[in-house]
């Protein structure tokens, strides 16, 4: 049995459904769906309550997201280690190494000004803080995204490779 299988059950999600969140392609469309819901969300202004469609339709691919592509069977792809390391910090946070709980903060700090700039800008119709407000967010996303990865390719070896086999 995997690393990854033991904890197949993690934030409600199944091995499968894990490596399915983990594929690249799921990762970046949820990326690209962000400048979707903000587009829809601003579209109010011309298309009034319409503005609810497009706005469901981004909310609906995002949930839809994880079971549209297919389970990775190894995590190869940066964002793919990085999503494979979330999954082993929310399971063992005692593996974390010393310093990302500061970053952790950092992240979650830098995540809500991002998001009470957005609310702000969209709320407003103000472009520069809701720009602003998703640079934070993604730039935050990325970042964790990337030291969690690193989390992974540290773990990875006292693992035996279990974490590399069937994943």
């Known amino acids: 049995m995997s690393v990854l299988d033991k904890y197949a059950n993690m934030a409600g999600m199944t091995d499968e459904a894990w490596r399915r969140h983990a594929n690249p392609w799921s990762v ?11 587009t829809a969300i601003w579209s109010r202004t011309w298309i009034g309550w319409w503005s609810l469609a497009p706005l469901a339709l981004v909310v609906l691919w995002l949930w839809a997201n994880p079971h549209a592509f297919p389970p990775i069977t190894r995590p190869t792809a940066w964002s793919s280690m990085g999503i494979y390391g979330e999954r082993l910090w929310m399971r063992d946070r005692s593996r974390t190494p010393s310093g990302f709980a500061v ?7 830098g995540g809500l ?8 800008g969209l709320i407003a119709l103000e472009i520069w803080p809701t720009v602003f407000g998703l640079a934070l967010i993604v730039y935050g996303q990325l970042w964790r995204i990337d030291r969690l990865g690193v989390l992974y390719n540290q773990t990875r070896p006292s693992e035996a490779g279990e974490a590399t ?3």
Do not use: E, K, N, Y
């Open 28 to 38: 970046w469309t949820r990326f690209a769906a962000m400048p979707l819901a903000i």
């Open 103 to 109: 970053a952790q903060r950092v992240w979650t700090v």
């Open 113 to 120: 000004a991002g998001l009470a700039l957005l609310v702000w």
């Open 165 to 167: 086999g069937t994943a």
